[in-house]
């Protein structure tokens, strides 16, 4: 069974500070999702990593995948409020192609 | 841009009693999925859906459960007697393939079962 494992659970930061989300998984997969949640809201995609060394970055979030070592991060810079929500990683078992393993969300908040 | 939609928003109903909740996904995407979200809890997933039947279905996924695409835009899940561990919010997704795009969810309806 797929696990996917996020931390931390709980961020609270400051405005213009600097983190990185982490989230592991324990099977072999070259695919994986980032996306943000609003309190009540639907999920938003954020970034798609599809192979080993995969970076990709948008504004302040900037996200990469080392399969190797089954982690992706989140980085974020010089955070803002705006950017306050729960973070989701999923990970798409190779095996199945069409389903997604979801973390259990990271829940940021950024105080002024 | 394109969104799925999802209603109704909010759905309650008693134990025992059948609902169905409705999903329009993006007009040119072929695959489509529900999961579902227990308040404050990770999102699960429930079933996938393409050419017209179940690509994949989880444990969740049970007799009770079941999804159609009745015509070329709606699709489906219909529980048919309703549990009170079924409460959740209930996402529907579509991509426009099976590998490499991300999913696009709706808003969700919240099915909230006394």
């Known amino acids: 069974e797929l696990k996917v494992e996020q931390n931390p659970l709980f961020l609270s930061m400051q405005e213009g500070k600097n983190y990185t989300i982490y989230c592991n998984y324990s099977?072999?997969?070259?695919?994986l999702y980032w996306y943000r949640q609003d309190p009540g809201k639907s999920l938003e995609s954020l970034f798609v990593?599809?192979?080993?060394?995969a970076v990709k970055q948008e504004g302040r979030l900037m996200a990469s995948l080392d399969t190797k070592a089954r982690l992706s991060t989140l980085h974020i810079t010089a955070a803002v409020h705006d950017l306050s929500a729960t973070y989701f990683c999923?990970?798409?078992?190779?095996?199945?192609?069409?389903?997604?393993?979801f973390g259990e969300g990271t829940q940021l908040t950024v105080n002024p | 841009e394109p969104e799925v939609t999802q209603t109704p928003s909010h759905q309650v109903t008693q134990m025992g009693q059948e609902v169905i909740l409705r999903c329009v996904p993006i007009?040119?995407?072929?695959?489509f999925y529900w999961y579902r979200q227990i308040l404050g809890q990770k999102v699960e997933f429930l079933v996938s859906?393409?050419?017209?039947?179940?690509?994949?279905k989880s444990e969740i996924f049970d007799d009770q459960f079941s999804v159609e695409r009745p015509d070329g835009s709606n699709f489906t899940l219909k529980i048919r007697s309703t549990k009170l561990e079924d409460s959740a919010m209930y996402f529907c997704?579509?991509?426009?393939?099976?590998?490499?795009?991300?999913?696009?969810f709706g808003n969700g309806t919240r099915l909230t079962v006394t």
């Open positions: 990593l599809l192979s080993n060394g």
């Open positions: 997704a579509s991509s426009e393939d099976r590998q490499y795009s991300p999913l696009h």
């Open positions: 099977t072999t997969s070259d695919r």
């Open positions: 859906f393409y050419n017209n039947e179940i690509s994949e």
């Open positions: 007009s040119n995407h072929l695959y």
């Open positions: 999923a990970v798409d078992e190779e095996t199945s192609g069409s389903r997604l393993t």
